[in-house]
């Protein structure tokens, strides 16, 4: 066996996983100072309420299925109700998120080669929709580190008829289920993809054999989900929790299209959209050869589809469901982008093009040249002011790319040097393009290396791959200013001003987030406030405020939001505190 060492590593793919690593070491600072999303207090308070012996869906409201919740819960033991159990959360995240990253760069290993799974890990690390999900602590998490880890199972007992790679591939999908049930958008997809095997007279496997292998499927994604059920039947909360989870959630009367996170996405991440949708094609026209049906590259495929549908049919699809999405994706941007570096030179180009194969291939590539061209005008038009308020300097922009394609017909050596370090210079030094080198000059070599220096394909990939990353990275780097301190001294004058007794009433900001909440539906959410009746925003709120009489109440802009009654019983019976949002009831 050989030994691997340094020197058995490619250059190029040493740069990229430092390029991942570098994505990785921003999220320790971000950890600690970057702001928090109320969802994060909303999934750590019901932790909290488990470790008080509440039950989910029965002593308090909950929308979410509750595995992270039981599995959070442990971090009471060991830190009690402090800011460093907050932390800690956070820290497990970043567990979870690097588990995406492995089992994102197993899968693209799994469908397309190792080069391609390490790009694929690469991409995903800078997409900052994913950075800033990934760093809060929310249920998708986990669910997303189960989803692929069902592919990569499922997909392994496709290509090597194991029975045993079903039921693992539908026990992590039902786990995906039991942290969240957006999964469940996903899982439909993969019932496309084994009905498809079912009907494709191509596949050789007996129709028995493979209903066997369905069975199996069907049955490992089915005893997370039940073992759950039964939990809550126990408890007296499985009605609840059914309702709450799966009904109401279907039907919530505040509902947005996705246009406006889809739009931001592609704007955040122009080489990536563009990249991801020609992968994505090339993997659906992969299907019409049959040794790709059998390796279960449709199973991937099919899930796409089936997850981008469930964009316009949940009522309120939030940047969280997009995690399920982007680890696919990305591993079909870095799809295309591999197949764009096996493109020779253009005089090769040109001998292979009576070749109707090779044709295809050409013309694909031609495909994504013209992908990432739009994804460099895209980036540039949205991330600096000079070319965004003044688009006549594009017919300068791509004019000068032109005058460096000439000079890769020089002959190799200092004249071609010369001339591209020469235009570089003048590109650099012009007022349109001064300060753009990260942006545009990185991308501009590369892409002339690509279609003409076929001896440096690596260090060509490897410089686009930096251009392509800039504009994420530099976005990532924004967030570092923002700060959570607003909400952490809510919280500690909560802690030091009440004792583990006290009720608190709060509305979205998640400030009393380690004590009892006075209201069952203690979290008022805009969806969950538009559900409830007049009684239950108005007299039922009054009725606990005199019974519980809650010691501190976080007077956000949902508590503002209930009716007027309770607005008046606040000012008469509570005061500010003087801390954020916080009153405290008068002596």
């Known amino acids: 066996m050989t030994k691997i060492t340094m020197d058995t590593i490619p250059t190029w793919r040493i740069l990229v996983f430092v390029l991942i690593l570098l994505a990785l070491g921003i999220r320790i600072p971000l950890l600690q100072h970057r702001y928090f999303d109320p969802d994060e207090f909303q999934h750590l308070h019901g932790a909290y309420s488990i470790s008080q012996g509440m039950v989910p869906y029965k002593d308090y409201y909950e929308h979410h299925t509750p595995w992270l919740h039981y599995i959070l819960r442990w971090l009471f033991p060991i830190w009690g109700t402090s800011l460093t159990t907050i932390f800690a959360a956070r820290a497990l995240m970043l567990v979870f998120t690097v588990g995406i990253l492995y089992l994102t760069y197993r899968l693209g290993k799994q469908l397309y080669g190792k080069n391609v799974g390490l790009i694929s890990t690469l991409l995903l690390a800078y997409i900052l929709i994913f950075l800033e999900k990934t760093l809060e602590i929310r249920p998708d998490l986990p669910e997303v ?36 049930q957006k999964a469940l958008f996903g899982i439909a997809g993969v019932f496309v993809a084994m009905a498809w095997m079912h009907i494709d007279h191509r596949f050789t496997l007996p129709w028995r054999r493979q209903g066997k292998f369905t069975l199996l499927f069907i049955a490992g994604l089915a005893v997370p989900i039940v073992l759950t059920m039964l939990f ?26 996705p246009y406006n996170y889809i739009r931001r996405f592609i704007q955040q991440n122009p080489f990536l959209s563009v990249l991801g949708l020609g992968g994505w094609l090339l993997s659906v026209l992969s299907l019409l050869r049959w040794e790709n049906i059998r390796r279960g590259m449709v199973v991937p495929t099919a ?32 799809h295309l982008l591999w197949q764009i570096t096996k493109i020779p030179s253009i005089g090769q180009l040109l001998e292979r093009w009576k070749n109707t194969r090779q044709r295809t291939m050409i013309l694909l590539w031609g495909i994504g040249m013209l992908f990432i061209g739009w994804g460099l005008k895209a980036s540039l038009s ?12 594009y017919p300068w922009m791509w004019g000068w790319l032109l005058l460096l394609l000439p000079a890769a017909w020089l002959p190799r050596g200092w004249m071609r040097s010369l001339a591209f370090a020469g235009l570089f210079a003048v590109g650099y030094l012009s007022t349109p393009l001064r300060g753009l080198s990260i942006y545009f000059l990185l991308p501009a070599l590369a892409l002339t290396a690509l279609c003409y220096w076929t001896h440096t394909r690596k260090l060509a990939l490897t410089l686009l791959l930096v251009g392509m990353l800039a504009f994420p990275f530099q976005q990532m780097c924004e967030q570092l200013k923002s700060r959570n301190d607003g909400i952490l001294r809510e919280i500690e004058y909560i802690l030091e001003n009440t004792s583990p007794e006290d009720t608190i009433l709060t509305g979205w900001r998640g400030s009393g987030v380690f004590r009892p909440h006075a209201y069952f539906y203690f979290f008022l959410h805009s969806e969950l406030l538009a559900m409830l009746d007049e009684k239950q925003k108005g007299e039922d709120v009054v009725q606990v405020l005199e019974t519980k009489r809650p010691k501190i109440i976080v007077y956000d802009g949902a508590v503002k939001s209930l009716l007027p009654v309770v607005q008046k019983y606040i000012q008469k019976h509570y005061e500010p505190t003087g801390v954020g949002v916080l009153y405290r009831r008068k002596s």
């Open 145 to 180: 580190l189960c989803w692929l880890a069902g592919l990569i199972a499922l997909i392994h007992g496709i290509r090597n008829d194991q029975p045993r790679w079903y039921l693992l591939s539908g026990l992590a999908l039902g786990g995906a289920v039991m942290f969240t």
């Open 382 to 393: 949205y991330s600096h002011p000079v070319l965004r308020e003044n688009p006549a300097h």
């Open 303 to 334: 899930a796409t589809v089936t997850l981008l549908i469930g964009l316009y049919v949940m009522p309120v699809p939030y940047r969280q469901y997009y995690q399920l999405i982007l680890p696919l994706w990305a591993i079909y941007a870095a």
């Open 232 to 257: 809550f039947l126990v408890q007296g909360g499985l009605t609840a929790f059914i309702d709450y989870n799966f009904i109401m959630n279907s039907q919530w009367k505040t509902k947005f299209w």
